[in-house]
């Protein structure tokens, strides 16, 4: 649950710095935390033990040893706000037990390691396993101690299918409609996804790209160009894949209007909801990291519809196994209200829109717990932009 500037140096290629692509749209919901945080960073790093704020607005800082130099500091960078400070273990600590077991997981996905994420609020690392009495979890006890949190859990299940759907034809696209590969596809002949939010790029130089990006999952072993149908009719072609490229985000983009090649569709930043029910619009993106547990989301999956839930785990999220094979970083954990099912891959994650009419862009759906489908799994917005060097549409 800790805000960053950029992503940890552990998780990203070497030119890991993240650069606002539009900062006019970003959106901080917790600009207290984010204050805080850089100042004792700043301060004393060898003290700071993590920081995230509860649902009553409690900015909880966990600060290790001598508090009064800190504590003035955290003070200072948020007068209004009521501060708390015990830590038994240091943020950099906890953040490098997580890189080890993120990296142990990446070389053996088969071993046993399911998903890891430093906790702030538990000022330990939480680690979930295949088997809480297998060899590999009692290594891990036995090497970090009380830092650690051992756990039962499983990968993510996809969440791809066929099915009876809400299929209908926009100009422009809309965000949170079915969308799926036509009969005659070589490979995964009427796959069924859902469109994530809109992006603009200009990978060229020369020539403006738009499309929607959707979970990589759903493209991954496509031809190139291979095209989608959406409403009906044609929808765009498969043009990237994060996932594919081994960047751990499980993201990929379908471009619907090329100046140089193609335009099937103009892309926007409109969100689907329901039949008869106005669509939302997207004017702001969730800035690098900033979710916090206990946030409220809204799903607009094409199979489920709209799902209102809380994050559970924020800030920068987790790393998990996703079908068995492939460790995700910088997950965001949800708890829905209801279920979603199969066609909801890729189903674009907001809040709002608020009483100014903004809606913000949190992230992608990507799958579910196999054992509670109400138990969600998202890559954060800001990760999926970064990966695929797109800009989400806000307007």
């Not at 009495?133 to 299940?157: H, N």
């Not at 910088?330 to 099912?341: D, G, I, K, Q, R």
């Amino acid at each position: 649950m800790q805000i960053f500037d950029s992503f940890s140096t552990a998780s990203t290629p070497p030119d890991s710095t993240y650069v606002d692509p539009d900062p006019s749209t970003t959106y901080d919901p917790h600009p207290a935390v984010t204050s805080v945080q850089k100042t004792l960073e700043g301060l004393a790093p060898e003290q700071f033990g993590g920081i995230y704020q509860t649902k009553d607005g409690v900015v909880h800082v966990g600060i290790v040893g001598d508090m009064s130099a800190p504590t003035g500091a955290a003070t200072a960078a948020a007068p209004s706000d009521e501060l708390q400070f015990p830590a038994q273990h240091t943020w950099a600590d906890l953040q490098a037990i997580s890189d080890q077991l993120t990296a142990e997981m990446a070389s053996n996905p088969s071993g046993g390691l399911v998903s890891v994420s430093a906790d702030a609020e538990t000022n330990r690392v939480d680690v979930g396993v295949s088997d809480v009495t297998s060899p590999l979890a009692q290594s891990i006890k036995t090497e970090y101690g009380d830092a650690i949190a051992i756990f039962a859990d499983d990968p993510i299940e996809p969440l791809v299918g066929v099915y009876p759907d809400r299929d209908k034809y926009h100009q422009p696209g809309y965000a949170g409609l079915n969308i799926y590969l036509p009969k005659n596809a070589p490979r995964a002949a009427g796959r069924a996804c859902t469109d994530g939010f809109g992006y603009h790029a200009n990978p060229t130089g020369i020539s403006d790209e738009r499309g929607f990006y959707t979970a990589g999952h759903c493209v991954y072993d496509l031809l190139p160009t291979q095209e989608w149908n959406q409403g009906g009719q044609r929808f765009g072609v498969y043009t990237r894949n994060g996932f594919r490229a081994k960047s751990n985000c499980d993201c990929g983009t379908i471009t619907t209007d090329n100046t140089s090649t193609i335009t099937f569709r103009h892309s926007s930043n409109i969100v689907a909801i329901a039949p008869g029910v106005h669509p939302v619009h997207i004017t702001r993106r969730e800035a690098v990291n900033s979710g916090q547990k206990g946030d409220v989301i809204e799903v607009s999956g094409a199979r489920s519809g709209l799902v209102v839930g809380t994050i559970t785990v924020g800030g920068q999220g987790e790393t998990h196994l996703f079908g068995g094979t492939i460790p995700l970083r910088h997950l965001y954990v949800a708890e829905l209200s209801s279920p979603v099912y199969p066609g909801d891959s890729g189903a674009p994650v907001f809040q709002g829109p608020d009483f100014n009419g903004q809606a913000t862009a949190i992230g992608i759906l990507l799958g579910r717990d196999p054992k509670d489908f109400k138990k969600i799994y998202f890559s954060q917005n800001a990760w999926v932009e970064f990966q695929l060097r797109v800009t989400t549409s806000t307007s």
